[in-house]
């Protein structure tokens, strides 16, 4: 269980005085008790399950990313390190992500697919990211898949 890890990566944190890594896992840990109260599930559970927690994880991921953005945009280089530090720790309980040249192959392999069926419409590329984003889901990031579609779109309109 990903939650139990979580709580067990604290005290080695706070044995080791890792202090960004300790505020890190707390703070991810306190998300997990927080869902775990507004979730009002049958029962006394102790843990919250993984794919819970990998959502929580993903959220914190992206508002990290949001932070450092805004970060450098406002001239703060210390506190963007510093939320880089945390998206590195955070980065380490999602399951690993495909490259953008894995994730062209099957958008390539899937508009194939939807031309022969007879399905494919260029002018659609909303739909097929939409697709893609289903069938890749938790495996691809999304700015990937859609520069995927744009990409082999243009190609496609650049052969006719």
């Known amino acids: 269980m990903l939650h139990q890890t979580i709580k067990e990566e ?3 944190a706070l044995r080791a005085k890792d202090t960004i890594r300790l ?5 991810l840990n306190a998300l997990c008790q927080n869902e775990m109260l507004t979730s009002k599930t049958p029962g006394d559970q102790e843990f919250l399950s993984d794919d819970k927690v990998l959502a929580l994880v ?3 991921v992206k ?16 506190l963007a390190a510093k939320e ?4 590195s720790i955070l980065e380490a309980y999602l399951p690993a992500m495909m490259t953008p040249a894995e994730v062209k192959l099957i958008v390539h392999q899937r508009i194939e697919k939807l031309k022969a069926e007879g399905n494919f419409d260029p002018k659609a590329s909303g739909k097929i990211v939409g697709l ?3 069938e ?3 495996t691809a990031d999304g700015a990937d898949v859609r520069a995927a579609v744009e990409s082999l779109l243009r190609e496609e309109a650049a052969q006719k």
């Open 10 to 12: 604290i005290k080695e």
């Open 23 to 27: 505020d890190t896992l707390r703070g």
């Open 58 to 60: 993903k959220r914190s």
């Open 63 to 78: 508002q990290r990313k949001d932070s450092i953005e805004q970060f450098e945009k406002g001239g703060r280089p210390d």
């Open 84 to 87: 880089r530090s945390e998206l």
């Open 132 to 134: 893609m984003m289903k």
């Open 136 to 138: 890749l889901a938790g």
